[in-house]
């Protein structure tokens, strides 16, 4: 007899998502994935000035702010024909690169462990240690700290307590990689100063120092400890290099280009195949499963069942995010880090894009160390755009953010916003099933073994869960 296990709302992740599967016989046979809530940023951006798009559209998300400030910065360049200074494109990459990294420190940390780490380790095998003490103490105290439950979470091992400790450690990484970012941007979180054609910013070599400070600290952070915890956590946890699977298809924008060879380009990789050249029209927003606001009510097609727009690329869907990022590039060390674990190629799966994750922040760590010299202090940083112009057109932002590509594109008429898109990374991953086209994380769940009783129990959820969380969903950017 069939059962459903509803997983509502999915804790540890940005915004409200609604994880509804069918388990039979141990296996999860259907899956549908909600964005429960309307936000409506499109639909506010119209009739204003198109430059107030680069300030309003940082709101869309509390986690990652920067990448639509930057995204939207492009589509407006593109509008007005605007060519942005090379200081402000700099500037950008350094902004956005260390945003990205932290971000995916957080998820490492905060997000993910709790799924894999019992954190009563720290009081049991943390003993006469002060820092394990002292977070055993915090984490008993905080009502918001829910660890996962079930019989399959690692309790004991030097690494284990190591990574239980990361947890405090990367807090303060995070923190004191905020005013790195603040030094260049303005302000975190929204940085104020990216605009269309560079960044505001009154650059003095101080600014420049406290970054370069909180650079080195984050960058020594990820080798020292992020990246081997990340290997270890998929020594410890091999079964989940053949589980979340989804279709296998792939599609990043590229970036960090500014070096003699860009980090990433772009492309779509169907089930393994050759990468073929990314192309705009072959995008399409598919919206028989979504709901849509209509007069302030909730509207929608018979059977809608999300606010998130289905995103298909060639009408198919395709996953984005670091794991992404690598296979599009073919990535030859991370596959050979990957063959350490008896993975022949660069395949969808949970571990995979754990691990993906940990590794591209070590290789755009790399680069921006590399960037950050290239930075010319007598050198203008922005060419600012004509705010009395009354543009008319269309302009397009090819980005990319932490959770995978970004899109921005807008109409302007008359000067004035006449249509704004927003296509966002978990859009892509988290998308409904349209035209019998699964969504990539639907997909990622089907086939799933469930352990413990096919209920609700918390061992079959914390499956799911990790499934789920690996993808690191940012609900809130993909209803905006
Ligand atoms: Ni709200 Fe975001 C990133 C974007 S995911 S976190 O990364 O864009 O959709």
Redo the contacts with the bound molecule.
């Keep these: 007899m069939p059962k459903r296990i509803s997983i509502d709302p999915v804790t540890r992740i940005?915004?409200h998502l609604a994880i509804e599967t069918v388990v039979e016989n141990g296996t999860v046979i259907d899956a549908r994935v909600a964005g429960r809530m309307y936000r409506g940023f499109e639909q506010l951006l119209l009739n204003r000035h198109p430059v107030d798009a680069a300030r309003i559209t940082q709101r869309?998300?509390?986690?990652?702010h920067e990448?639509?400030g930057i995204?939207a910065s492009i589509a407006l360049e593109d509008l007005y024909r605007l060519t942005p200074t090379r200081n402000g494109l700099i500037l950008r990459d350094l902004i956005l690169g260390l945003h990205?990294v932290t971000?995916h420190i957080f998820h490492f940390y905060q997000l993910t462990l709790p799924d894999y780490l019992d954190f009563s380790l720290l009081g049991k095998q943390g003993a006469g240690n002060r820092q394990a003490a002292q977070l055993a103490r915090i984490i008993s105290t905080a009502g918001t700290f829910a660890p996962s439950r079930g019989e399959d979470l690692l309790r004991s091992g030097s690494v284990a307590l190591e990574m239980a400790l990361g947890y405090a450690e990367a807090v303060a990484v995070r923190k004191s990689a905020g005013s790195g970012l603040a030094s260049l941007g303005g302000k975190v979180p929204f940085c104020h100063a990216i605009l269309p054609g560079g960044v505001t910013t009154n650059i003095t070599s101080d600014r420049l120092a406290r970054y370069s400070t909180a650079l080195e600290e984050t960058a020594t952070f990820v080798r020292q400890s992020y990246l081997p915890h990340a290997q270890a956590l998929a020594e410890e946890f091999r079964p989940y290099f053949s589980k979340g699977r989804s279709h296998g298809n792939f599609y990043d924008n590229g970036g960090f280009a500014l070096l003699q060879e860009p980090l990433y380009r772009s492309g779509v990789v169907f089930s393994g195949k050759e990468p073929q050249p990314f192309r705009f029209d072959r995008v399409e927003e598919v919206g028989e499963a979504s709901f849509a606001n209509v007069n302030g009510k909730q509207s929608g097609p018979p059977g809608a069942y999300s606010w998130i727009q289905a995103l298909h690329y060639n009408g198919r869907s395709v996953e984005v995010g670091p794991l992404a990022r690598l296979a599009v590039n073919r990535d030859n060390r991370f596959a050979s880090l990957l063959k350490h674990y008896q993975q022949n190629s660069i395949r969808s799966s949970v571990m995979a894009r754990i691990l993906a994750r940990a590794f591209e922040a070590q290789k755009i760590c790399d680069y921006l160390l590399e960037l950050l010299p290239s930075y010319r202090l007598d050198q203008a940083t922005i060419n600012p755009p004509d705010m009395q112009a009354r543009a008319n057109g269309s302009g397009t932002g090819l980005s990319l953010?932490?959770?995978?590509a970004?899109i921005h594109q807008l109409t302007a008429n008359d000067g004035k916003i006449a249509r704004y898109r927003?296509l966002?990374?978990?859009?892509w991953n988290f998308g409904p099933t349209a035209r019998r086209e699964r969504g990539t994380v639907e997909a990622a769940l089907i086939g799933t073994p469930v352990t413990g009783s096919a209920s609700a129990s918390p061992a079959s959820s914390l499956e799911i869960g990790r499934i789920v969380r690996s993808f690191?969903?940012?609900?809130?950017?993909?209803i905006h």
């Design positions: 940005e915004g869309v998300c509390g986690i990652c990448v639509h995204a990205l971000d953010a932490a959770r995978g970004l927003l966002v990374p978990s859009a690191d969903p940012c609900l809130a950017c993909a």
